[in-house]
């Protein structure tokens, strides 16, 4: 892995840290490509059940590197878009864990994980419009997906940044963890969540995404093409056997 993006394993557990803490940890082509690369390898692996995202040096990551930008150094990566993560997250639970800023593109990273730990003092915004630019790394269509519409549209309109406290208030952040302590807390819920079964969490992340655009006449349908083979998988039947055995389940991703 590149010195820009830091991999390293708890258990069944993947920990992502975005290590350009001189720069705010602001995303540059060298850590687009080192997510994605990162994220391609642990998606394939069995063994590793869940991911944290997260920023060396006190915060999780303050958008796009503009000086990178005007350079010609895009912190894109052609299928998987900005950050190497918007535009197509892993099939794997990821949960962000913030620190001090998550800002524009960071922001935009943290709505592409499945949950967000956030530090009491952490804040957030999408500054993008005080800047020229605009949020198209999925923030302003995400965003009014997870919270109020009117709230999501004056966080997007306004470019002003909100802490922590007050997303949480609008659902939009799991857990509030005290300052320096988020990337523990994530840890704590990804390895709650790497607990369960790979096939059936991947399946549940999967029709949780997809099942938002479905009409009531194809949504069973479509959802028994997703987690029907999960119920076939040697999986389902080693969940059943420890249940019955009163064991704790060994999981396969068979």
């Known amino acids: 892995m590149s010195d820009e993006v830091l991999v390293e394993e708890s258990g069944n557990v993947a920990i992502l840290t975005i290590n350009r803490p001189k720069a705010r940890n602001a995303v540059n082509g060298a850590v687009a490509r080192g997510i994605a690369e990162a994220l391609d390898g642990l998606d394939a ?9 997260t920023g060396a040096g006190g915060t999780f990551c303050a958008g796009m590197d503009l000086k990178g ?3 010609g150094d895009l912190p894109v990566v052609e299928g998987r878009g900005f950050g190497g993560l918007t535009e197509a997250p892993p099939k794997k639970p990821l949960v962000a864990a913030v620190e ?3 800002l524009a593109g960071g922001f935009e990273l943290a709505l592409a994980c499945d949950l967000i730990v956030a530090s009491a003092e952490s804040t957030f915004g999408l500054p993008e419009p005080k800047r020229g630019l605009v949020a198209g790394a999925g923030g302003i269509m995400r965003l009014p997906r997870r919270i109020p519409y009117h709230v999501a549209m004056e966080m997007a309109l306004t470019g002003d940044h909100y802490p922590a406290s007050r997303l949480y208030e609008l659902g939009l952040v799991n857990r509030i963890a005290e300052p320096g302590k988020a990337l523990e ?3 704590e819920l990804a390895r709650k969540i790497a607990a369960n079964a790979p096939l059936a969490l991947a399946a549940t992340k999967k029709v949780v ?10 949504m069973f349908k ?3 093409a997703i987690i029907n083979p999960v119920f076939g998988s040697k999986d389902a039947m080693e969940g059943a056997a420890a249940f019955a055995e009163k064991r704790a389940p060994q999981w396969k991703g068979e």
């Open 45 to 53: 692996r069995p063994e590793i059940s869940a991911y944290v995202l």
């Open 69 to 71: 930008f005007l350079t």
């Open 100 to 102: 001090g800023y998550a």
């Open 185 to 187: 807390d994530a840890l």
């Open 209 to 218: 995404i997809e099942s938002q655009d479905w009409s009531l006449e194809e």
């Open 222 to 224: 479509k959802q028994g």
